[in-house]
């Protein structure tokens, strides 16, 4: 499915998006409802640097101080961060983590943000953008990954064969769409061959008031500590301590 191909599914009653020369997708869609939807993303695997941050984080921004409740859908398809010398000295760890808490105030400002993941989202493009969403959606050819294997054990030290090993036992050290529905990163895999209006519907229904990914998670085998350790510290650190 292109991208052209999604849109005009996702939004039947007309939009629009267009995908920039800098591969940054901006644009409004509208619902059956006669109500808007808000685009932006990465398209064509392009990798997200400071030149590309700052346009959607803008975007995010417009939508914020107009007010109303908008959704914002974050469409993605990226291999990563830029990895250049020059925007990491002029600090692109900042600038994702900006754009990460422009999502997060639109969404705390009444706007419901989903990801939809449609080709590649790795690493920190994918935390800044996919995985900063109130809840995340995929289509079935998407290939997330916050870390490769090669990166894995250059970072963790371990050999690449035991992580291997472990990424065919537990989806944390395994790489791709399955296991990111494992662990609750991804919410739910959409099915190309029904309406995406209808299931775009659907999830904005369900979007949830608070982060439901480590509960996802548990559910599904994937990550089975991640929820009960959290509502540990969070009880600790409110001084409940009782079950």
């Known amino acids: 499915m292109?991208?052209?191909e999604m849109l005009a599914g996702l939004f039947p009653a007309g939009h629009d998006v267009v995908t920039r020369?800098?591969?940054l997708i901006l644009g409004t869609g509208r619902r059956a409802n006669?109500?808007?939807v808000e685009v932006i993303g990465i398209a064509d695997g392009e990798a997200l640097g400071i030149a590309g941050v700052l346009p959607l984080s803008a975007r995010v921004l417009d939508v914020v101080a107009v007010g109303g409740s908008a959704p914002i859908l974050v469409l993605v398809?990226?291999?990563g961060q830029l990895m250049s010398r020059?925007?990491?000295m002029l600090g692109l760890n900042e600038y994702l983590a900006h754009l990460t808490k422009c999502l997060l105030l639109a969404s705390h400002g009444g706007h419901p943000t989903i990801g939809l993941n449609y080709g590649k989202a790795v690493a920190g493009a994918f935390l800044a953008t996919a995985l900063a969403t109130d809840i995340l959606v995929a289509l079935p050819d998407a290939s997330p990954a916050v870390m490769d294997l090669p990166s894995m054990a250059r970072?963790?030290?371990l050999p690449i064969e035991r992580l291997t090993e472990l990424s065919k036992t537990t989806p944390v050290f395994s790489p791709g769409l399955a296991s990111m529905v494992a662990v609750g990163a991804v919410a739910e895999v959409w099915d190309p061959a029904k309406p995406l209006a209808d299931q775009l519907e659907a999830t904005l229904a369900a979007v949830p008031t608070r982060d439901m990914r480590d509960e996802l998670g548990a559910e599904r085998g994937g990550r089975r500590l991640a929820a009960d350790i959290a509502l540990r510290v969070a009880?600790?650190?409110s001084g409940v301590h009782h079950a």
């Open 2 to 4: 292109t991208l052209a």
């Open 21 to 23: 020369p800098d591969h």
């Open 34 to 36: 006669g109500s808007s």
């Open 77 to 79: 398809d990226t291999q």
């Open 86 to 88: 020059r925007d990491e």
């Open 155 to 157: 970072v963790t030290k």
């Open 235 to 237: 009880r600790q650190a």
